[in-house]
């Protein structure tokens, strides 16, 4: 009978995740498994070998059956909850509250339901906690530390956050005394076993079918990779260091994790933490010190290296708060599950059986309550924007084009339908980072395939390519951008087409023909982004930009040129005044992650 709510959460999950690919990372994710390449840094071996399996289920398509894998490690999850709570507690009703609790959260169930690598790192994570838990209730077995080595190896190829598990594991495991240090020793062979899924970065640098974000041949390029040493100050060791600093900056920290609890568990579930923890110390003082510092580590110390700042805006909170997190709401759900054994215990001295059995029962359909808001904000279904998009994009290019793209929404979109669907591969993709006076190949490779049909490119002269009309780009090329003493923006469609400065009255009419021609393909991603219902921050960006476009069309028709418009970006805000409906009506995250500078933002 426990088994019900899991197939339930199963098929609710199931239900309500992407059709075809997902926004953010998704691209470029679905790109590396496919072709077992590299992902972005540190790479993610492991989470790319698991969705290559993922990849021959006989149903859906590869995105969607990849997508299949967050639900199934997001319910494993679950299950491994459920297994904790009922061993702190013995009783099924008790933890299937925990279960359901944090099921239907915004931000548990938004990364359930997308192609991203923090379902599998949960589940390692949540594993290893049930390691721990095993071992403070009843007693040390060098089995559990075995076991723990291994999944700490294995999770350093998927996320890094799932070494934050070394804390909390340490130290309990030192309580044990001198056996549990020989058996930790003893251990680490298990722990390079299981980092050994690293390698795949550097063996599979070497395949010329492998999508390679970042090539990694030797050791240095491979630590550099794995450390993520190219975000800078968000590195791996660098964000682990900030964590060390100042006590304001933990409060700060807290604040806000506390502000992300509350908007997934309500206020009532601050109460039902604090009962917990105080339950959990007359449980198992060595349990409640094991949980206790895991729920530190992932959530106050994370915040502190993510959201230690007194102004957040709403893509901070999107992009860091709901996604990093998942580890710390579980954590925050096994606390608040146990309160309900009060409950349980005081009927059962009352005598009061018909409310010790139909209490518990009522009590537990509370968190279900979540799901009537889940079916407006976190229902992916028909989300088919990202898609349409990009599908938009490519299919009105002329043949043998050449695109540039900026922002992971378009870059990863682009390596999807181009790289793994096989769609549009005679354009040749290309990266221009902000800031950076250097080009990307990976949307462009093998690059000898190009070589013949790009040759004004790989010559060295873009010029030649935006003369011939085949130069376009998925933003504004500005200031930021090197070409912009060269080369000037055009809007044309749901993206730029570019032109070199000075000659523009000579692309006039290609322009306006081919864009009064293709103009009906604008109507799919109108279409998906008045109708998909789902809250995600990509989404409405992307939806963002297809609204201004929809402005500009409308101002450059009125206006019979396309050339009266010669700095978008400046004319921006007063088109978005007038066509913001569609972005308005589907911008349900300012409902959830609401702050008060979005707010003042959104009424200029």
């Not at 580890?327 to 954590?331: D, G, K, V, Y």
């Not at 007063?574 to 066509?579: A, D």
């Given at each position: 009978?426990?088994l019900?709510?899991?197939l339930?959460?199963?098929?609710?999950?199931t239900?309500?995740?992407?059709?075809?690919?997902?926004t953010?990372?998704?691209g470029?994710l679905?790109?590396?498994?496919?072709?077992l390449g590299i992902?972005?840094?540190?790479?993610?071996?492991?989470?790319?070998?698991?969705?290559?399996?993922?990849?021959f289920?006989?149903?859906?398509?590869i995105s969607?059956?990849m997508?299949f894998?967050?639900v199934?490690?997001?319910?494993?999850s679950?299950?491994?909850?459920?297994k904790?709570v009922?061993a702190?507690t013995?009783?099924?009703?008790?933890?299937?509250?925990?279960?359901?609790?944090?099921a239907?959260t915004?931000s548990?169930m938004?990364?359930?339901?997308?192609?991203k690598f923090?379902p599998l790192?949960l589940?390692?994570i949540?594993?290893?906690l049930?390691?721990?838990?095993?071992?403070s209730?009843?007693?040390?077995?060098?089995?559990?530390?075995?076991?723990?080595?291994l999944?700490?190896?294995?999770?350093?190829?998927n996320h890094?956050?799932?070494?934050?598990?070394l804390v909390?594991l340490?130290?309990?495991?030192?309580?044990?005394?001198?056996?549990?240090?020989?058996?930790g020793?003893?251990?680490i062979?298990l722990?390079l076993?299981?980092f050994?899924?690293n390698?795949?970065?550097i063996v599979?640098s070497?395949?010329e079918?492998?999508f390679l974000f970042?090539p990694?041949?030797?050791?240095?390029?491979?630590?550099?990779?794995?450390l993520?040493?190219?975000?800078?100050?968000?590195s791996?060791?660098?964000a682990?260091?900030?964590g060390?600093?100042?006590?304001?900056g933990?409060?700060?920290?807290?604040?806000?994790l506390t502000?992300i609890?509350?908007k997934?568990?309500?206020?009532?579930?601050v109460f039902?933490?604090?009962l917990?923890?105080?339950?959990?110390?007359k449980?198992?003082?060595?349990a409640f010190a094991?949980?206790?510092?895991s729920?530190f580590m992932?959530?106050i110390f994370l915040a502190?290296?993510?959201?230690a700042r007194?102004?957040?805006?709403?893509?901070?909170?999107?992009?860091?708060a709901?996604?990093y997190?998942m580890?710390?709401?579980?954590?925050f759900?096994l606390?608040?599950?146990?309160?309900?054994t009060v409950i349980?215990?005081?009927?059962k001295?009352?005598n009061?059986?018909l409310?010790y059995r139909v209490?518990p029962?009522?009590v537990?359909?509370?968190?279900?309550l979540?799901l009537?808001?889940?079916?407006?904000d976190?229902n992916f279904?028909?989300?088919?924007v990202p898609?349409?998009?990009?599908?938009?994009t490519l299919?009105?290019?002329p043949?043998y084009s050449f695109f540039?793209t900026?922002?992971d929404?378009?870059?990863?979109l682009?390596?999807?339908l181009?790289?793994?669907?096989?769609?549009?591969?005679?354009?040749c993709?290309?990266?221009?980072?902000?800031?950076?006076n250097s080009?990307y190949?990976?949307?462009?490779?093998?690059?000898?395939l190009?070589?013949a049909?790009?040759k004004?490119f790989?010559?060295?002269d873009?010029l030649d390519l935006a003369?011939d009309?085949?130069?376009f780009s998925?933003g504004h090329?500005d200031k930021s951008?090197f070409l912009s003493?060269?080369l000037?923006s055009?809007?044309?469609?749901?993206?730029y087409?570019?032109?070199?400065?000075g000659e523009?009255?000579?692309?006039?009419?290609?322009?306006?023909?081919?864009f009064l021609?293709f103009?009906?393909f604008?109507?799919?991603?109108y279409?998906?982004?008045?109708s998909?219902?789902?809250d995600?921050?990509f989404?409405?960006n992307?939806?963002?930009?297809v609204?201004?476009?929809?402005?500009?069309a409308?101002k450059?028709?009125?206006?019979?040129t396309?050339?009266?418009l010669?700095?978008p970006?400046?004319?921006?805000?007063?088109?978005?005044?007038?066509?913001?409906?569609i972005?308005q009506?589907?911008?349900l995250?300012?409902?959830?992650?609401y702050?008060?500078?979005?707010?003042?933002?959104d009424?200029r």
């Open positions: 009978m426990f019900a709510p899991f339930f959460i199963t098929l609710v999950y239900l309500f995740f992407y059709p075809v690919i997902s953010g990372d998704g470029g679905a790109t590396a498994s496919q072709t992902a972005h840094p540190p790479g993610c071996p492991l989470y790319l070998e698991v969705n290559k399996l993922l990849s289920l006989p149903v859906g398509n969607e059956r997508i894998g967050s199934l490690f997001s319910i494993l679950l299950f491994l909850l459920f904790i009922k702190l013995e009783s099924s009703t008790v933890a299937l509250f925990g279960v359901v609790y944090v239907f915004y548990f938004g990364q359930s339901v997308v192609l923090y790192n589940f390692l949540t594993f290893l049930y390691m721990g838990v095993l071992a209730l009843k007693g040390y077995k060098k089995e559990y530390i075995y076991t723990s080595a999944i700490l190896g294995l999770s350093s190829g890094h956050t799932a070494l934050f598990m909390p340490a130290l309990l495991f030192l309580s044990f005394g001198k056996r549990a240090v020989v058996d020793l003893k251990s062979p722990f076993l299981g050994t899924v390698l795949h970065a599979r070497y395949s079918s492998a970042m990694t041949k030797d050791l240095s390029s491979f630590i550099y990779m794995f993520r040493k190219p975000y800078g100050k968000a791996s060791l660098e682990v260091e900030s060390f600093g100042f006590l304001e933990y409060v700060i920290a807290i604040k806000n502000f609890l509350v997934n568990f309500t206020f009532v579930g039902l933490f604090l917990g923890l105080f339950l959990l110390f449980k198992s003082k060595r094991f949980i206790l510092t729920f992932f959530g502190k290296i993510t959201l007194e102004e957040l805006d709403i893509g901070h909170l999107y992009i860091v709901h996604q997190y580890p710390a709401f579980l954590l759900a606390l608040c599950s146990l309160p309900l349980y215990e005081f009927f001295k009352k009061m059986e409310a209490v029962l009522v537990l359909t509370f968190p279900l979540f009537f808001d889940r079916a407006l976190q279904s028909r989300n088919y898609y349409s998009y990009m599908k938009t299919t009105t290019m043949g540039i900026r922002g929404n378009a870059i990863f682009s390596w999807y181009k790289s793994l669907m096989g769609f549009r591969n005679d354009i993709n290309v990266e221009i980072p902000p800031e950076e080009i190949l990976r949307g462009c490779q093998p690059s000898d190009y070589k049909t790009h004004e790989f010559g060295g873009l003369r009309n085949r130069l998925s090329i951008i003493d060269a000037s055009k809007f044309y469609l749901v993206y087409k570019l032109v070199p400065k523009e009255d000579k692309h006039k009419r290609w322009i306006e023909d081919n021609y103009q009906k604008m109507f799919t991603p279409r998906d982004c008045i998909h219902k789902s995600d921050y989404t409405v992307l939806c963002k930009f609204s201004y476009n929809f402005a500009m409308s450059i028709l009125e206006k019979k396309l050339f009266t010669s700095n970006n400046e004319e921006i805000d007063t088109f978005m005044n007038m066509y913001f409906q972005a009506h589907n911008d995250s300012k409902n959830f992650y702050i008060e500078g979005e707010k003042k933002h009424e």
